[in-house]
């Protein structure tokens, strides 16, 4: 019997020269989100209106509770084939994202009258650093739901003392992924 030694160095490898195509690289730039809340402080773009929302701001001192009221939104765009759009709109008093209310889905309507009231629980002197966040999306059953828009409210006081109920329109900002 005839054994013969191997060589098992690094040397004797051959070497694999890289190719210039780069398959299955990830790129995070494609995976972050511009959202109206975002806090990153970069300088935006205008974003595109896609309709408006009516709400109503009051603060009741009793309860100790900021009073939302959705009213309604028009031109809303069309996301379902059909030509119209499920509407329905989630709210959160930021920074807390625990607490969110919703509306009803208003079925093949693109001007929607919602009519809703809603109470998110803060105390007065807090809601100069809260901010209000809508987020306005159409229904889908089998799918996922697509976001229509977004409005987003910065200083409460500034389009109110919420000492009586204020009526305010805002433009509903295009989502962007």
Known sequence: MNVTSMDFSM???????SSAVSIGRIKPELYK???VDSQDGEPREP????????FSLRYDHE??????RILKALDLPAKD???TSDPYVKMYLLPDRKKKFQTRVHRKNLNPM???????????????????????YDFDRFTSHDMIG????GNLFELSDLSREAVVWKDIHAATT
């Open 11 to 17: 040397e004797a490898l051959p070497v694999r020269q």
């Open 33 to 35: 989100q511009k959202s």
């Open 47 to 54: 974003l595109e209106p896609c309709g408006k929302l009516s």
């Open 63 to 68: 309860e100790q509770c900021l009073v939302v």
């Open 81 to 83: 084939f059909t030509g």
């Open 114 to 136: 919602f009519d809703e009231t809603f109470r998110f629980a803060a105390p007065y002197d807090e809601l100069c650093a809260r901010k209000l966040h809508f987020s306005v």
């Open 150 to 153: 977004e409005v987003a409210v």
